[in-house]
């Protein structure tokens, strides 16, 4: 569910780019089979400098679960979950990109971080200051088809709302088909002539934006 990544993250994932980042594109490791009643479960809350640790290792993970057969195995497997700690605390710390994490009552582990999204002001050049973005947003692998992207896009959506924005875009990689399913029933649409190609791990890959406008309510959907 990367988004833009946020994470190309941060760290200098290098790549991607969710705009950055394969997150890029909002990445959505997960989608099928909705199960409606788990986002009951969950506490959405503002992320402390404290969360980076598991916002770090849901990064990782998320990535090596999401883009295998997208992107390099040797890179993949490489990811360091430190380098995403540190840049985590230090943008957390400054609010930049405002982060909002899931805790889930039904882990069995003390309310651990289920899944974590980053939002903020689009960063495509020439966009509207009425446009925010998803930088990113990831849910732990043992944790898909679960709501918890769902929860999380909801909470995202009424922050921008509280930023004056009136739509919110993000990027995915094409190869990407659960997070374009996931993206999809949230009520993005792909935008024309918005696609773009990164360079990752020494392979060209193509990013499509996607966007929608942001209101009260929206579309039903469940990740």
């Not at 790549?15 to 490791?29: I, M, Q, T």
């Not at 995403?84 to 909002?100: F, H, N």
Request: some cysteine; overall charge neutral.
């Amino acid at each position: 569910m990367g988004v833009r990544g946020v994470c190309r993250m941060a760290a200098k994932d290098d790549g991607v780019n969710s705009g950055d980042d394969p997150n890029a594109g909002a990445h959505c490791p997960g989608t099928a089979t909705p199960v409606r009643f788990a986002a009951m479960h969950l506490h959405i809350r503002p992320a402390l400098p404290a969360d980076a640790a598991a916002i770090a290792r849901i990064h990782v993970a998320a990535w090596q679960a999401a883009y295998t057969g997208i992107i390099d195995a040797g890179y993949l497997a490489a990811l360091s979950v430190g380098q995403r700690e540190t840049y985590w605390s230090q943008a957390i710390a400054q609010g930049t990109p405002e982060v909002l994490v899931a805790q889930g009552a039904d882990t069995g582990i003390g309310g651990a971080v289920t899944g974590w999204i980053a939002l903020g002001h689009c960063r495509d050049r020439g966009a509207p200051a009425t446009r925010g973005e998803v930088w990113a947003v990831y849910v732990d692998p043992a944790r898909w088809s679960r709501g918890v992207g769902h929860a999380l896009w909801q909470h995202a959506q009424k922050r921008l709302l509280a930023h004056g924005k009136t739509e919110a875009s993000l990027w995915v990689l094409a190869a990407n088909e659960h997070a374009i399913r996931f993206y999809t029933r949230q009520g993005f649409a792909p935008e024309p002539a918005g696609e773009k190609t990164i360079t990752l791990a020494g392979a060209a890959l193509r990013e499509l934006r996607y966007t929608t406008p942001l209101g009260p309510s929206g579309p039903d959907g469940c990740a």
